[in-house]
């Protein structure tokens, strides 16, 4: 079955008479850009008695993005649509997804959800006392509901709880028993928030199903589902992610920022589906255009026929699909352009409000602040380097004069990407040197020297997507200059070039683990007290803890390599060294 014959399987009218004007009405209203629904006749006697009760949760982990708006915009028509609406801070949730937050930052990240959550429903108008909020630690550690915990879990097998959260919690060979726990938390929620309706992403139809085939095992009733589309991010890949930043828009992204990943946004003319430009158009934009009763404007030079209006996002998206020789075609860049100017409100209101609450968000996420240090200003002081007077301390240093305290050695501040071999030539003055030029996702290829000669042929290795170590610092090597390393396994003389995996893109950032990467400006391994082979890196230095494990996938410690989730491996060398 398709992607579509699922979708359209799963949006059915309720059975029996027809409803009358005003539960159509409402009905309309719920299901308003939805992706699909469960228990159609359920959702249509909640109702028809009075006003459905429905949640939604958020687990506060990574940082709220501009993809939030879609069930904040869901959550305005289930209000207008007569339900009783509550909104549940997960943090509990957050801690169990395989530790994606620590118990110390668990209570600041809520705190930062809360405030986020509440400026965006009321930045498009919501009331928020028609709204109920709730904290997951205010009931999920109560004597009845640990019970009910309990008595689920010796009601299925971990068979069923690793499928129910496929899509939802991360994914590892050797889950922790945290992992196995979140989707029968969730199915728990629905009881203790008293609710006849969860509503959420349709990446969580595994747990929803979970909860309608498990809670009767604790004598429970079902309930039914409404689910959102997911956005597609906005490079090529289509997945948004916080491992891939240019994926998506945050919501304290300069102008700058925001204007620059619009304009790198994977688009092409034409083509709808999987375009990550016209979903924020169609689920987010035009909500609030068509609110507002005003038009999308294109900018288009006038000897081109001037500026493109749109009032709806069904002609917007009429006008994208013409023929290139249509004087009323809709392209990619006119279409980036009138974004731009729109969404330049929506950020610049909210970083304004995260500017008001920076210390909270700086420890909530601490190692987004050391990022922002670590590359604020020209002439900020290299990773190795002393914190001394008038240098910028990095990430785990201390400031003052002539402190030399070195950087914590943590894999985050390491940039891995993915690199796509352009062309390999041989160095001018040495046998079993290559120079290549590598595109990494910026303006132009980087140009890096590896002694793989005798390793790998032109041929081979031309055209490969490879592992790029790109923040170390650059230097020569027989005159000619190096701006990074290709990395690779090697073991009793064989050297292998390790393989970025299929479907990823020049430029991706790869992740080590659930670790939310934030890259130091550069690494100088001359350095003694440098982070990669420095001898007195604090706690100790990292190379040493990068290895091919058992199945052939790169690993820091036991934490994989990874880009989307798909792992970096090499072809054949197993429990070898990465250098």
């Not at 705190?111 to 028609?130: Q, R, S, T």
């Not at 993915?418 to 001018?428: I, T, Y």
């Amino acid at each position: 079955m398709s992607a579509d014959d699922m979708q359209n399987a799963n949006r059915g009218m309720p059975e029996g008479d027809p409803m009358s004007a005003e539960v159509q009405e409402r009905w309309d209203t719920m299901t308003h850009h939805l992706h699909s629904w469960i228990d159609e006749n359920k959702i249509r006697e909640v109702i028809e008695k009075g006003h459905p009760r429905i949640y939604w949760g958020t687990a506060t982990t990574g940082k709220p993005h501009l993809g939030y708006m879609v069930p904040i915009y869901k959550i305005s028509d289930f209000l207008r649509a007569g339900c009783e609406v509550t909104i549940l801070f997960a943090n509990l949730h957050g801690f169990l997804d395989n530790m994606k937050s620590t118990w110390e930052v668990l209570n600041l990240r809520m705190e930062f959800y809360e405030i986020v959550i509440k400026a965006l429903l009321e930045f498009i108008g919501v009331p928020l006392d028609k709204l109920n909020f709730v904290r997951g630690t205010d009931f999920q550690l109560s004597r009845e509901y640990t019970l009910d915990v309990y008595r689920m879990a010796a009601s299925v097998t971990t068979e069923h709880t690793t499928r129910a959260g496929a899509e939802v919690v991360k994914q590892v060979a050797n889950p922790l028993m945290s992992n196995l726990l979140y989707p029968i938390l969730q199915a728990l929620d629905e009881e203790y928030l008293n609710v006849d309706i969860q509503f959420g992403g349709v990446d969580q139809r595994k747990i929803f199903m979970f909860s309608r085939d498990r809670l009767h095992n604790v004598n429970y009733r079902k309930r039914a589902y409404l689910m959102n589309p997911l956005i597609p991010g906005l490079g090529e890949s289509g997945k948004m992610s916080s491992s891939e930043p240019n994926s998506k828009i945050d919501f304290d992204d300069s102008d700058a920022d925001v204007k620059r990943k619009i304009m790198k946004a994977f688009s092409v003319d034409g083509k709808v589906d999987g375009n990550g430009l016209l979903a924020i158009c169609k689920y987010i934009i035009f909500r609030k255009i068509e609110t507002e009763k005003r038009e999308f404007v294109a900018p288009r030079p006038d000897k081109y026929g001037g500026p493109l209006l749109f009032k709806t996002y069904e002609e917007l998206e009429k006008a994208f699909r013409l023929p290139e020789d249509d004087p009323n075609k809709l392209r990619s860049g006119e279409l980036k352009r009138g974004m731009i100017a729109e969404l330049s409100v929506l950020i610049g209101h909210m970083r304004d409000l995260i500017a008001k609450h920076q210390d909270l968000h700086d420890k909530a996420y601490p190692h987004l602040k050391e990022q922002r240090g670590a590359h604020k200003g020209k002439g900020q002081a290299l990773a190795g380097k002393g914190a001394g007077k008038g240098k910028q301390a990095q990430p785990g240093q201390k400031k003052g004069k002539g402190s030399a305290a070195p950087v914590l050695a943590e894999p985050q501040y390491l940039d891995f990407r993915v690199g796509h071999v352009v062309s390999v030539e041989p160095h001018p003055s040495s046998d079993t040197l290559y120079v290549e030029k590598i595109d990494v996702g910026e303006e132009q290829p980087r140009q890096i020297v590896s002694g793989l000669a005798e390793h790998i042929s032109v041929e081979d290795f031309t055209g490969r997507k490879v592992m790029v170590f790109c923040n170390l610092k650059p230097s020569n090597f027989r005159a000619v200059r190096s701006e990074g390393m290709v990395m690779c396994s090697s073991k009793d003389k064989v050297v292998e070039v390790l393989t970025a995996p299929d479907g990823s893109n020049a430029g991706d950032r790869i992740t080590i683990g659930e670790l939310e990467m934030a890259p130091v400006s550069v690494i100088d391994p001359k350095k003694k007290n440098n982070i990669w082979n420095g001898e007195k890196a604090e706690p100790s230095r990292l190379q040493p803890h990068l290895m091919v494990n058992a199945e052939g996938v790169a690993v820091f410690k036991d934490l994989s390599l990874h880009v989307g989730g798909k792992p970096v491996t090499s072809a054949t060398l197993r429990n070898a060294p990465i250098s």
